[in-house]
């Protein structure tokens, strides 16, 4: 602004006239944010059979699902390639990347699961492929990526979650693709394996004070109960069978059909598992070589063997059974019960009066009947456990 005290065009000095000095203004460059965080959204569950997931960052979301399973890699890995990284100085390779590889095996088992609980945390990262590379753009030329981490964790291992998230917050850094990241765990969550499971059969009953979930894993057979009486699900009572799961029947069923008629007959425990997955009622095919065969009476001796020997898994049954009589509905889910003779067997179990298949020797009036219609199988109950989760409110506030 400028104030002309001269006569111009008729006016006196005392006026004053208000001219505007129009400055040349550049616009400003509006350039994107680099090196910030990239906030992600994790739901995992790392079982002993699969590793199974959703990762979300901004508007993009991936579905993982792959073994539970990954390789110390003697040597060099190709950096690009799904469930490759670098972390600890040490390369891995893991999921179906580990089987292309020399090197030690690490898998989910026993206390594998929370002990490697880091690898496979970054296993489920790295097989999330296309999430890393959009978050590879937020970065400047050479520097590293930063990931803030919001996680929802199913595991049996509840109890332990000190000791979970000491793990998860060691990671620091790992490298993908030739790019180097930075974790931070921003929020964990952890929950028992079958809760997702419970969120999707509360909208099926929405009106229930209880959810009842039988959940047959890989390696574990567990059977929780919820309470709905505050609006929101409270775990209430658990019971777990260690070595109840679908490995527990693959090897009792490979163990019998080797110690009969297969002499001599390479028996394939991933094999095995995919024809129980793929069974129908009374048929269960698997493929020889030279033949294809109903091995079905195998496995109906397998599961009386898996009943048998482990009384954990009565212990669990016997539990379900007691809420069966009390008129409770019962949720089959996991990925044991994907399988139509497994479902099917345990179903007729839980339904007879004594629970050892024999005729009850009580009077007709005096049986106790239990309704096979409070035994409700769940679709896609062997990811039910983490799209189930999907209905929960964000993390990420």
Request: hydrophobic share 35%; charged share 25%; aromatic share 8%.
């Amino acid at each position: 602004m400028t104030l002309e005290t001269q006569r111009v065009n008729g006016f006196t000095a005392s006026e004053s006239i208000i001219t505007e000095v129009v400055e040349t203004v550049k616009p400003k460059v509006q350039r994107k944010r680099t090196n910030a965080y990239c906030n992600l959204e994790i739901n995992l569950d790392a079982g002993a059979n699969h590793v199974k997931g959703i990762v979300k960052f901004a508007d993009i979301s991936q579905s993982i699902h792959f073994p539970s399973r990954a390789r110390i890699v003697d040597g060099e890995i190709s950096p690009d390639n799904v469930g490759n990284f670098a972390y600890d100085g040490t390369n891995y390779a893991s999921g179906k990347s580990a089987d292309y590889y020399k090197g030690e095996w690490l898998e989910a088992r026993e206390g594998n699961k929370i002990d490697y609980l880091d690898v496979w945390f970054l296993s489920a990262l790295t097989h999330a492929k296309k999430v890393l590379l959009e978050t590879g753009k937020r970065r400047k030329s050479n520097s590293i990526v930063k990931l803030r981490c919001y996680i929802r964790l199913l595991t049996l291992s509840k109890e332990r979650k000190g000791e979970i998230e000491k793990i998860l917050k060691s990671i620091a850094r790992f490298t993908f693709n030739n790019c180097e990241y930075e974790i931070t765990i921003a929020s964990l969550e952890v929950f028992t394996e079958g809760y997702g499971s419970a969120i999707a059969a509360l909208t099926l009953d929405e009106s229930a004070n209880r959810i009842n979930i039988l959940d047959m894993g890989g390696g574990t057979l567990s059977f929780t109960s919820y309470s709905n009486e505050f609006e929101e699900l409270d775990e209430r009572e658990r019971t777990i069978a260690d070595c109840g799961g679908i490995n527990a029947i693959v090897g009792a069923l490979q163990l019998g059909m080797s110690s009969k008629d297969n002499a001599g007959v390479q028996l394939y425990p991933e094999l095995l598992e995919k024809s129980l997955r793929v069974s129908a009622t009374k048929k269960v095919l698997y493929d020889f070589g030279s033949d294809i065969s109903n091995i079905f009476p195998a496995f109906t001796s397998a599961m009386s063997d898996w009943l048998r020997i482990n009384p954990q898994v009565q212990q669990v049954l016997k539990n379900v059974r007691f809420s069966l009589i009390n008129g409770e509905k019962i949720y089959l889910t996991g990925g044991g019960f994907s399988s139509a003779v497994i479902r099917e067997y345990v179903t007729d179990y839980l339904l007879r009066a004594n629970g050892v298949g024999t005729k009850s020797k009580r009077k007709k009036s005096d049986e106790i009947l239990i309704d096979k219609e409070l035994i409700i199988p769940l679709e896609n109950g062997h990811t039910l456990n983490i799209t189930g989760l999907q209905s929960l409110p964000s993390l990420i506030k």
